[in-house]
């Protein structure tokens, strides 16, 4: 950017009329997200977990926060809830070790602080899942003590306002990035000036369009060259894997199987066949997801030849993860990750068309 306005003033030297600056801008234009009208240690938790992988407009739309709190309204609620009710409520999110977390998290403020969610950095640092850019918000969102922070938005912002040019994730850079947040951390006011920070990399100082003449800070940034700001390592490259999935209807039941793994353990989705086992079976739909750096190509068969038998009967049963589940009355309770979700529900929807043009 050539035209970016230059740099006066020195926010170290300066700290004051910085955090004054970042302070005044939000107060007047910050958006008015559900989780800020709240000082609820619990809550701001809750939110924070749910923003770490997801974005801002996918929580707001579908109201995940405000129905997790409706169904969980506070630690003792949550560390008490069946793991299914936890997984089902975060259904969509992804990365359900969050919500694994959260409970853990509940469960351990239930059973060592006796249900009183602690207010010391250290203690919140402690709980699952609590890292230190997480403990951080929860002490300046919820009791507005000065606790610094640094998440992608604010890394992005500093290395734009000193110019740092070296990959953000290696320790140097981090060392870096949060001792100039402690160092222009104000006393007062930590809630406004660190949702202020955040605000300006969302609305801002964006990836790709950071807006220098909207900024409030512009007159202490350094950087000439905004755009390519922060240096990242490079990025690990795309897996691709293709996962044969089977789809079997019987008595208004579907065969789904639970999963094992860390990262979606306990979530139902249709059972899984190895090529060899799907070679032949019908192809009902083809789609594609990706998850961490893995691109999958989902095909998923039908279990029955077109004459109505059934391929091949230990396809179905042989496996103790596997159960039938009622369409009418467990299916939507179950927690499905979003891909067999909309997978399940399409070829649903494609056999009741296909039923429908049949009778008429
Ligand atoms: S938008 Fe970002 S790069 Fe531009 S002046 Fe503000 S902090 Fe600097």
């Not at 089902?88 to 990365?95: D, I, P, T």
């Not at 059973?111 to 951080?136: N, W």
């Not at 909207?214 to 390519?228: I, K, L, M």
């Amino acid at each position: 950017m050539t035209d970016k306005p230059v740099q006066t003033r020195d926010p170290l030297v300066e700290s004051a009329d910085f955090q004054r600056a970042l302070i005044d801008w939000f107060v007047a234009d910050g958006r008015d997200y559900p989780w800020r009208r709240t000082a609820d240690p619990y809550a701001i938790l809750v939110s924070e977990l749910m923003l770490q992988q997801t974005q801002i407009a996918t929580v707001l739309e579908r109201r995940y926060f405000e129905r997790w709190l409706e169904r969980f309204p506070d630690v003792a609620a949550l560390a008490d809830a069946p793991e299914t009710d936890v997984l089902k409520q975060w259904e969509g999110l992804g990365y359900y070790n969050r919500a694994r977390n959260l409970q853990k998290a509940a469960q351990v403020v239930v059973g060592e602080h006796g249900g009183e969610f602690p207010d010391s950095l250290e203690k919140i640092h402690a709980l699952p899942g609590v890292g230190r850019y997480t403990a951080g918000a929860v002490m300046s969102f919820a009791f507005d003590r000065p606790a610094p922070i640094v998440d992608g938005n604010v890394a992005r912002v500093f290395a734009r306002l000193f110019d740092w040019r070296d990959a953000i994730e290696i320790t140097v850079s981090q060392k870096q990035l949060w001792s100039w947040a402690e160092a222009l951390l104000p006393e007062k006011s930590v809630r406004e000036y660190n949702s202020a920070l955040m605000e300006l990399g969302q609305r801002v100082c964006t990836k790709s369009a950071p807006d220098c003449h909207e900024c409030p800070v512009a007159s202490f940034c350094v950087t000439r060259s905004p755009e390519s700001l922060p240096r990242k390592k490079a990025a690990r490259e795309t897996v691709h894997v293709i996962e044969h999935a089977l789809f079997a209807v019987s008595e208004n039941r579907i065969l789904l199987e639970q999963e094992s793994g860390s990262r979606r353990k306990g979530l139902w989705r249709l059972p899984l066949l190895s090529e060899s086992l799907a070679v032949g079976l019908p192809v009902l739909l083809k789609t594609r997801y990706a998850i961490t750096h893995h691109r999958v190509d989902l095909i998923v068969h039908q279990a029955e030849t077109q004459q109505g038998k059934v391929v091949d009967p230990t396809l179905l049963n042989d496996w103790p993860t596997r159960q039938w589940i009622d369409l009418e009355t467990e299916y939507e309770a179950i927690a499905m990750p979003s891909p067999f979700r909309k997978a399940v529900d399409r070829v649903l929807a494609m056999k009741r068309e296909a039923e429908q043009f049949r009778l008429s």
